[in-house]
């Protein structure tokens, strides 16, 4: 009888851990190396018309602005659940990518995320100004576009590399009787209130893995 109830357990916490986890596209699995030393891609678009995401009771208007490709290096990753934007967005990234990653930058700065900003701090003996680092760096609200993404997105720690695609939007809504909007920044160079990227994200690998 325990042997029993011990097999139950087993299939029942598989059953539940394969429900939460990402599931990788093993067709597409991809062994090479992300190369993190470029800079992120973006063309400006009004070719693609604005859509609909729902989420539970609420829809949000989508319109994207430009294109966006990016890889980089995770260096910070936050869950938020108690904000309007988690209803779309629940995972914050921030990113590092071209010669910020090379450890003669890298060891000089400490990154940490709250309240949907990022956040930096540097030593005196950086090498470079304030400047270098906000652009190569950036905080980026992820909007899933499955359901697997949106796993993956969660299961994303400090230290991983990912490589997506998507379009860089602004999202309009509205939630027990009020508006809200959200909008992303189009620049790399910018710094401050609204200069972080909100990222619909169509395709996304992690490391060797692509979901």
């Known amino acids: 009888m325990r042997n029993k109830l011990l097999l139950i357990l087993i299939i029942v916490i598989s059953f ?6 990402p599931s990788p596209d093993i067709k597409k699995t991809d062994n090479s190396l992300i190369n993190i030393l470029g800079y992120p891609k973006q063309e400006l678009t009004k ?7 729902t989420s539970g009771k609420y829809s949000f208007k989508i319109t994207p602005k430009a294109l966006y490709s990016i890889s980089a290096k995770v260096v910070s990753a936050t869950t938020y659940s108690s904000d309007w934007n988690s209803k779309i967005a629940q995972v914050d990234l921030a990113l590092i990518w071209g010669d910020l990653v090379r450890d003669e930058y890298r ?57 997506a695609k998507g379009y860089l939007v602004k999202v309009d809504t509205e939630m027990n009787g009020k508006r809200y909007w959200w909008n992303s920044s189009l620049s790399r160079k910018d710094s401050g209130d609204n200069s972080c990227e909100l990222f619909y994200v169509l395709e996304l690998k992690v490391n060797e893995k692509i979901y």
């Open 47 to 53: 070719e693609i018309k604005p859509f609909v995401v």
């Open 16 to 21: 539940l851990s394969s429900f939460c986890n």
């Open 107 to 163: 060891k000089f700065i400490e990154f940490n995320q709250k309240n949907r900003w990022y956040f930096y701090r540097y030593y005196p003996e950086f090498p470079k100004d304030k400047q270098f680092i906000i652009e190569h760096s950036a905080n980026n609200h992820m909007i899933p576009s499955t359901e697997n993404i949106k796993k993956a997105l969660k299961h994303i720690s400090v230290g991983d590399n990912i490589k």
